[in-house]
């Protein structure tokens, strides 16, 4: 079995090992193509072309043109069983969230 025909939690597990392998590393040795790259190869993320059509329906913190590759969600990231949390646990992960993003931003 590859890891393109695993199951879903099996390529979760795969990619959350690969995250943390990278973030082991020493300070400055990390690289978020990496972490890119692994997410693209567990089918985490599927890059999309940027349109006309579509461009005013993608949220990005980079200013997108036609023609540019950005990367959406698969099904196993928008397809969330969010009940199973607790409210004060999504609260969390989205504050969480927003700091990474506002540091990804501010870089």
Known sequence: MS???????????WFARAVIDELGKEVGEFDPE???????QAGLIVPQLVTEENIEEICSPV?????DTYYAFSDDLTDVNWHELEADEI????VEITRTEARDTNA
Do not use: D
């Open 3 to 13: 890891l393109a025909t695993a199951s879903r939690v099996t390529r979760l597990q």
């Open 34 to 40: 990496r972490v890119r790259y692994a997410a693209i």
């Open 63 to 67: 200013e997108l043109k036609p023609g």
């Open 91 to 94: 609260e969390e992960a989205s």
